[in-house]
């Protein structure tokens, strides 16, 4: 099983960057797919997950209301919509899926994970 991330880039803050995780094999066998981000320094923090039908999202207090998870299982994609960015935000972020429970905020709850996508919001 591979994710790849893609989408990262350099932003203002306030501007949007859509991210994008492709898996190899069919997302909708996975039972829930995530996005966590590690800024500099700091451990590897949840920011959203949704269920393998899109029915349960779960988000950061940190994101809510700016970004939006979302998933085709058609195309056997993760996608990640950030509006409102703010330097707050810089960080590596990573894909995760999950092939058995419910949609998680834990890290330790995920079986395969992306490489990482870098976004940075310049104030």
């Known amino acids: 099983v591979q994710l790849q991330a893609s989408g990262g880039g350099l932003v203002q803050a306030g501007g949007s960057l859509k991210l994008s995780c492709a898996a190899s094999?069919?997302?909708?066998?996975?039972?829930?797919m995530g996005w966590f981000r590690q800024a500099p320094g700091q451990e590897r923090k949840f920011v959203t997950s949704?269920?393998?039908?899109?029915?349960?999202?779960y988000y950061a207090d940190s994101v809510k209301g700016r970004f939006t998870i979302s998933r085709d299982n058609a195309k056997n994609t993760v996608y990640l919509q950030m509006n409102s960015l703010k330097p707050e935000d810089t960080a590596l972020y990573y894909c995760?899926?999950?092939?058995?429970?419910?949609?998680?905020?834990?890290?330790?709850?995920?079986?395969?994970w992306g490489q990482g996508t870098e976004v940075t919001v310049s104030s």
């Open positions: 995760a899926a999950r092939v058995i429970g419910w949609a998680s905020m834990d890290n330790d709850d995920y079986h395969y």
């Open positions: 094999g069919r997302t909708a066998s996975y039972s829930a």
């Open positions: 949704i269920s393998w039908n899109g029915g349960t999202t």
